[in-house]
């Protein structure tokens, strides 16, 4: 049996495929329905994706961001046309946390990567008290969330001087393009997130430690918070956690939180898995 394995964020997506030969892996952009056209999506599993797994895939395990309703449709039509006869389906990027990090065992699963999730895993069902809320009305801790908050800053002047030249002279952008971008562009959150590869290379200035310590404590106010840290393990997924992860660890020990696994990526837990091992 052969099977595909997919993590899909706003930015880039993982994927595996799992065979008697080993497994396979290839790395793409982002392909939800969300940000990109279906015949972009076609195009990048076709080109991309399908030399990689081959064509008698038997089973495609998708797990995304934002696919819910008809971009859970649209995505399964996609998948269908470029892997027909392949049984599929299409979860969440919450319920791939959830595997990834506890397995069959309960814990509060939490996703900190271009954007934000949490949820309660019971070792089979999820359990959301909080909504995420996008970019515009939640995903704090995230990559676009610290982008956000820098880019906000930027614009008003509040960065400090060296480190405002220093993001000038790399980006090289002017207000109008900023606005653009954020407003009347495709994906605007993915080009929030940009930015983090700035923020963490400065991490140990002053003002950056207090943008990410005040991002990541907005996160676990408002959604971890929700289900009991001292009593129940928390565990993180995403890039923005893998690299954050002294401060999550600073944080949750003077907070007397259960802290849990923190992974980069889900995609090695769900492999693990799903094939049971």
């Not at 595997?99 to 949820?119: H, K, P, Q, V």
């Not at 207000?175 to 994906?187: F, M």
Request: glycine letters at 10%.
């Amino acid at each position: 049996m052969i099977q595909l394995i997919a993590d899909s964020g706003a930015t880039n997506t993982e994927w595996r495929v799992i065979g008697a030969g080993g497994v396979g892996e290839v790395k793409t952009v982002g392909v939800s329905p969300l940000y990109i056209k279906p015949a972009q999506i076609k195009k990048i599993l076709k080109k991309e994706v399908l030399p990689v797994a081959g064509a008698s895939v038997d089973k495609i395990w998708f797990y995304g961001a934002g696919v819910v309703g008809d971009l859970n449709d649209t995505l399964t039509e996609c998948l269908a046309e470029v892997f027909p006869g392949a049984e599929i389906a299409v979860e969440s990027d919450m319920l791939a946390a959830c595997r990834a990090l506890f397995g069959d065992n309960a814990g509060i699963a939490c996703i900190l990567g271009t954007g934000s999730n949490c949820c309660w895993w019971d070792g089979k069902n999820m359990t959301s008290a909080a909504k995420a809320g996008g970019f515009i009305l939640g995903d704090e801790g995230s990559g676009a969330y610290m982008g956000k908050m820098l880019i906000s800053d930027y614009i008003k002047g509040l960065v400090p001087i060296a480190l405002s030249k220093e993001f000038d002279k790399r980006y090289k952008l002017t207000y109008a393009d900023i606005v653009s971008k954020v407003y009347r562009e495709e994906a605007p959150s993915r080009f929030l997130a940009s930015f983090s590869p700035f923020i963490a290379e400065h991490q140990n200035h002053p003002y950056m430690k207090n943008l990410i310590v005040e991002s990541l404590q907005e996160f676990i106010t408002r959604n971890v918070m929700h289900y009991d840290p001292r009593r129940n393990p928390v565990g993180f997924v995403g890039s923005v956690a893998g690299v954050y992860q002294s401060f999550i660890q600073q944080i949750f020990r003077n907070a007397g939180f259960k802290l849990g696994p923190i992974y980069p990526s889900p995609i090695d837990g769900l492999v693990k898995y799903h094939s049971g091992k």
